[in-house]
C-alpha cells in the first residue's frame, strides 16, 4: 500500500504561480511512476502530468510550457509547478502513483485532493 499526501493548493490570481508538492509513504519500492491529476466541477478527472522513476515525463496539451513536473526521489516526493495560471486550470488537483512505470494511465494509489483555484 502507498498513501499520498498533497500540499500546496490554494487561491491565486490569474498569471500567477503556485507549487504542488506530494509526498509518498508506505511501499515506496513498488513505486515506477507518478503523476498528478485534476478534476473541475462537473468534469471527468483529467491527466496533467506524469513522471517515471527514470524521469521520463509528459505533460497534458493544455498545461504545456507552463506547468512542469519533477520528482526528488530521496524524499520520495513529487511535485507540480504550476506558473502562468488560468481560470480553466481550478480544480481539485490530486497525486497519483503506479507500480507500472508508464506515463500513459494512472496507478491505484490517490491522494486526498488539493484544491487550486485561479480568480481575480
Known amino acids: 500500500q502507498v498513501q499520498l499526501v498533497e500540499s500546496g493548493g490554494g487561491l491565486v490570481q490569474p498569471g500567477g504561480s503556485l507549487r504542488l508538492s506530494c509526498v509518498a509513504s508506505g511501499s515506496i519500492s513498488s513505486i515506477s511512476a507518478m503523476g498528478w491529476y485534476r478534476q473541475a466541477p462537473a468534469k471527468q478527472r483529467e491527466m496533467v502530468a506524469t513522471?517515471?522513476?527514470?524521469?521520463?515525463?509528459k505533460h497534458a496539451d493544455a498545461v504545456k510550457g507552463r506547468f512542469i513536473i519533477s520528482t526528488d526521489n530521496a524524499k520520495n516526493m513529487v511535485f507540480l509547478q504550476m506558473n502562468n495560471l488560468k481560470p480553466a486550470d481550478t480544480a481539485v488537483y490530486y497525486c497519483n502513483s503506479n507500480k507500472y512505470s508508464t506515463l500513459y494511465s494512472p496507478g491505484d494509489s490517490w491522494g486526498q485532493g488539493t484544491q487550486v483555484t485561479v480568480s481575480s
Open positions: 513522471i517515471t522513476r527514470a524521469g521520463s515525463t
